[in-house]
């Protein structure tokens, strides 16, 4: 009896140990004649998943003989990042937003393994912006930006940037107006929230605001665009010295807020808005009840998706440049410029970094490209007889299901690597959005007849032609050194803005007041003077060696 | 148990400690695997707290690292927002330790007076399940009942009149702290009944019988007979929980806060993963876990050290 005990006592001890050991390694990569094929990524893209039939991944693995281990972002980026560097364990490529994977040494730099006779089309992508895209820390690229490197002027027909967004139907019941300023665009809303106080059987919502943890900015930033200024983030850069300031505690700040308490007081801006989370301000935005609101487009397209799979193009946004007073030039779309550190990075983790590059070196070809956005020729687009890509009314369809999508497309990989946007060098556009003819043809009814009205040929045109973006541009991308006085300076004026903010818009109009001088009390309690420093520095650094001659 | 462990204790002859352990090796054999898994989880752990007093860089070595001394800690204790999450913490574990355990004890005597084992056994599973769900269903669950859009208590309030529009529940710091302790003996009050029930069904009905005679009634009989004999269940279990008063929660807080209410919703473990994991200074996160840590041992052995005062049960 003790002996058969002692018996199984070993044997199940031996069974822990191997166990504990298999866990430990994570020595399971396959290497096929010394490169590396199998690769795990790290995804943040937000668009479907590829289902494990998907055609292009069946067609990589085939033809290039790649395969993958996704692992998706749920939930907090900064949040999942932090917890991947405490465990310094990483998959091969992970995505990068900003610089805290470079700022960990998490990163294997690249310089290496690009020049243009070893990576001839990653060089051609990048050789003109090469030392714009290297980490200012040590002068090395780690990132190979997934937007922003155009070949050929900008042609979508769809807006992603941030502005004003007003549904279209606002529009066509005031008549198709010309709206130009904040007070003329909150008017058209009170007046239709007025005719129609439900829409689909829901209390119809004014205005809706996002302010959850990592979208505080959607809340903050509004003000510098109304102020006529370009996506700089929490600072206001001087257009002629360069100069930047936190705008936080500005006139201009005040008077946006003060607008948006006015209107709260009117019943327009929606009571939950400081309380929900992304999720619930998309299904609120998906349900067609919300008429306007001040975002980026990205944030809410997978409402603006389901607004589409449910026909409700009527519900659909319209984005506005909105100023305070007529006569400020509004700046809200920028011309592209190299989403800077935002891309897949290849982590100390990858045991043949130089395979990864290889790999993006083939998926940036033009063939490769094609696969990605445009799809199979012949199964997802046509061409016809002078060469151009079009898609058959079957094959727009099947774009806008998201059960089609996983199974044929591959999105939220794709999301970040590098890729060709304007258009190839046979004159098509880099994808279907690009084509400014197959965008036209794509148009549901609704929409043509509604740019018809305005005499305008896409969504793009509601914004005006931007001009030249300044050297350092954009300041909202300045790495504030995690841990460092800025970093901390940064942290607390966000923590202040949605303490804050949110009481003030919903304060009546005697109380305003004292909660500003509150809060802007507040704000001076904090080291802005480090963040700004911060911000100025690297702005210096970049006019420096930035400027091309 | 201290009883049995001593007579347990008492070797016939004297033996030393090597002879003791060669006689009991089984036992030392069978329980060598949990002492290795406490250690690798609890104890090795630990060595993460030196991160604490350095400015901890994760790519680097642990020799590159540079030694910062406390200034963390001086970080910590100047910062108004900690100082704030201190007392967080401490207010809503307060309200749950009492809510918890006075529910909980009314409950579990209530449901000891029903006579009727059906009805008994079914509101007691009723009550318990909500254990079982995870805080972000539950949270879900909260935001929706009080939601000002059709949420149910803000629906019944206007319609028998008692508000004029509805109240934004969650959006209003003076209600926080009442939602949370509400959500959580929501959540755990049947669960905390289970124990109280055990203790109770292990009372010797003898002395029932003999407070009857004495002319007790139904409430003389709780008051005299049932809560004495369940007070040193009710101790151990409130020197465990003292241990975790600056374990406030971490989920409900993290699910249901919001910008606006964040002055009296964020707690220390809030601050820990903003500051720890989103900004990346995990000197700072570790400084505040090793100080929560410290407080929580103190607790224990605190109350542990009155309780022995006071004649009852001790722990440890």
């Known amino acids: ?549 | 148990m201290r009883a049995v462990a001593k007579t347990a204790n008492k070797p016939g002859n004297k033996k030393s400690f090597w002879q003791k352990c060669l006689q009991q090796k089984t036992l030392i054999f069978m329980s060598l695997p949990l002492v290795l898994l406490k250690i690798l989880f609890a104890y090795v752990p630990l060595l993460g707290w030196v991160m604490a007093f350095q400015n901890y860089k994760p790519a680097k070595s642990f020799f590159d690292q540079d030694w910062a001394g406390l200034a963390k800690f001086e970080f910590l204790f100047k910062d108004a927002v900690f100082l704030r999450d201190i007392r967080n913490t401490l207010a809503m574990s307060l309200i749950n330790l009492v809510l918890g355990f006075v529910t909980a004890i009314l409950l579990a005597l209530l449901l000891n007076e029903i006579k009727n084992v059906v009805f008994k056994r079914t509101i007691q599973t009723i009550s318990y399940m909500p254990h079982f769900l995870s805080w972000v269903i539950v949270a879900g669950i909260v935001q929706n009942v009080l939601s000002t859009d059709s949420g149910i208590v803000n629906d019944i309030l206007l319609r028998i009149g008692a508000i004029d529009s509805s109240i934004n529940f969650l959006g209003e710091p003076k209600y926080f702290w009442g939602i949370v302790g509400a959500s959580n003996v929501w959540k755990e009050v049947g669960w905390n009944t289970i124990i109280y029930l055990a203790s109770m069904s292990a009372i010797d009905p003898s002395l029932y019988e003999a407070a009857e005679m004495d002319g007790a009634g139904r409430f003389n009989k709780i008051l005299h007979v049932t809560l004495p004999a369940i007070k040193s269940t009710f101790i151990i279990l409130l020197i465990m929980n003292i241990g975790n008063i600056l374990n406030a929660g971490f989920e409900v807080q993290y699910l249901l806060g919001n910008g606006p209410i964040q002055d009296v919703s964020e707690t220390i473990d809030i601050f820990v993963l903003k500051y720890g994991m989103q900004k990346n200074d995990y000197a700072l996160g570790t400084a505040a876990g090793i100080f929560k840590s410290v407080i929580s041992v103190i607790l224990v052995f605190g109350a542990n050290w009155i309780s022995g005062k006071l004649g009852e049960d001790k722990l440890v």
């Not at chain 1, 085939?62 to 749920?74: A, C, H, M, N, S």
């Not at chain 1, 932090?82 to 900003?98: E, F, K, L, R, T």
């Not at chain 1, 909150?186 to 809706?208: C, D, R």
């Not at chain 1, 799979?309 to 592209?336: A, H, I, N, S």
Request: net charge negative; with cysteine.
């Open chain 1, 1 to 549: 009896m003790k002996k058969m005990f002692k018996r199984i006592l070993a044997g199940s001890l031996a069974a822990a140990a191997a166990v504990s050991m298999t866990a430990c390694s994570n020595d399971t990569k396959t290497t096929e004649g010394g490169t590396q094929k199998h690769f795990s990524v790290f995804i943040t893209g937000s668009t479907e998943e590829p289902s494990d039939d998907n055609k292009l991944m069946k067609k990589i693995e085939e033809e290039l003989g790649y395969t993958f281990d996704f692992e998706y972002l749920v939930g907090n980026e900064a949040e999942k990042v932090g917890v991947m560097i405490a465990g310094g364990d990483y998959p091969d490529i992970v995505s990068c937003g900003d610089n805290t994977f470079v700022q960990a040494g998490a990163l294997t730099p690249l310089d290496e393994y690009i020049s243009e006779e070893k990576t001839p089309n990653i060089w051609r992508h990048i050789k003109d912006c090469y030392n714009k895209l290297c980490y200012e820390g040590d002068g090395h690229l780690y990132v190979i930006p997934a937007y922003g490197l155009f070949d050929g002027p900008e042609t979508d027909g769809v807006y992603q940037g941030p502005a004003f967004w007003i549904q279209k139907a606002v529009l066509a019941d005031a008549g198709y107006p010309e709206v130009k300023t904040l007070d003329e665009y909150f008017e058209l809303i009170e007046n239709y929230q007025a005719k129609n106080p439900t829409i689909n059987g829901m209390s119809t919502i004014g205005f809706e605001i996002l302010a959850t943890t990592g979208f505080e900015w959607v809340l903050t930033t509004a003000p510098n665009y109304l102020d006529g200024n370009p996506n700089d983030g929490d600072v206001k850069v001087d257009k002629e010295t360069y100069d930047a300031e936190i705008y936080a505690n500005s006139d201009f700040a005040k008077r946006y807020f003060k607008k948006l308490s006015e209107e709260y007081a009117k019943g327009i801006i929606d009571p939950e808005a400081f309380t929900q989370n992304k999720d619930q301000y998309i299904s609120k935005i998906s349900s067609g009840r919300v008429l306007g609101m001040f975002d980026q487009h990205w944030v809410f397209q997978p409402a603006e998706q389901s607004l589409t799979t449910q026909q409700l193009y009527e519900r659909q946004y319209v984005p506005l440049p909105l100023v305070f007073d007529e006569g400020t030039e509004p700046w809200y779309r920028t011309e592209p410029y190299e989403q800077v550190g935002q891309g897949y990075g290849i982590s100390v983790s990858c045991e043949d970094p130089e395979a990864v590059v290889q790999m993006f070196e083939t998926f940036l070809s033009e063939e490769w490209q094609k696969l990605f956005q445009w799809g199979v020729e012949g199964e997802d687009y046509m061409v016809d007889e002078n060469g151009r890509y079009y898609r058959t009314p079957e094959q727009r369809t099947q774009q806008d299901d998201p059960v089609w999508k996983a199974q044929n497309k591959m999105n939220a990989f794709f999301y970040n690597l590098p890729k060709i946007q304007g258009s190839y060098t046979d004159g098509n556009g880099a994808s279907a959005g690009a084509q400014q003819e197959e965008f036209e043809a794509s148009l549901v009814d609704y929409d043509k007849e509604f740019l018809a009205k305005y005499g305008k040929k896409n969504w793009m045109e509601f914004l005006n032609t931007p001009p030249e973006n300044p050297v350092y541009f954009p300041a909202w991308n300045i790495d504030k050194v995690d841990g460092s006085d800025a970093d901390y300076a940064n942290q607390k004026l966000t923590d202040l803005a949605v303490r804050y903010l949110p009481r003030l818009i919903m304060s009546d109009a005697g109380t305003f007041d004292s909660v500003w001088n509150e809060y802007c009390a507040e704000i001076d309690n904090v080291d802005v003077q480090a963040y700004e420093d911060r911000m100025n520095e690297v702005i210096d650094w970049r006019v420096e060696n930035w400027a091309q001659d």
